[in-house]
């Protein structure tokens, strides 16, 4: 199971200015076609919709990996949205905090893993579940220290 860990708002204001790179980079093969932008990047006019809505919370477990979604990784997740089915999800399931992907159909709620090694998770009907928020974005590690 992957839990959610100390979520923590996105500190206000924030302002994080980052240098972007004048091209954009192919990620197959090289290619001579250049897409170019010279200034800086705002991540939070970026990724973020509403800032006092959107919090940090750092994943634990690795039942989403295939989800893009590693053990330590942060995700932003935005309490205003409206969950829908398909969505990554920071689940609150019997007092229990969990990531998972949303899945509703026929009246039955499913939190699913993405991961063959851990089941999903059929919630019975008289549990209590509460979408705590939505995740937007994954901050994936590349290289850990």
Do not use: N
């Amino acid at each position: 199971m992957m839990l959610a860990l100390s979520p923590r708002p996105v500190d206000e204001p924030t302002v994080l200015m980052l240098q972007a790179s004048p091209v954009a980079v192919a990620c197959g093969f090289p290619s001579p076609a250049q897409d170019y932008y010279d200034g800086p990047i705002d991540l939070t006019e970026m990724l973020v919709d509403d800032q006092e809505a959107t919090f940090i919370v750092r994943a634990s477990g690795h039942s989403m990996t295939e989800a893009g979604i590693s053990d330590g990784d942060e995700l932003l997740v935005d309490r205003s949205k409206r969950p829908r089915d398909g969505d990554v999800v920071v689940a609150v399931l019997d007092g229990q905090l969990t990531i998972k992907r949303l899945q509703i159909s026929a009246g039955r709620v499913t939190l699913k893993s993405e991961s063959a090694e851990h089941p999903d998770i059929v919630v019975p009907e008289l549990s209590e579940l509460v979408i705590w928020g939505v995740a937007t974005f994954s901050i994936h590690h590349l290289r850990r220290p």
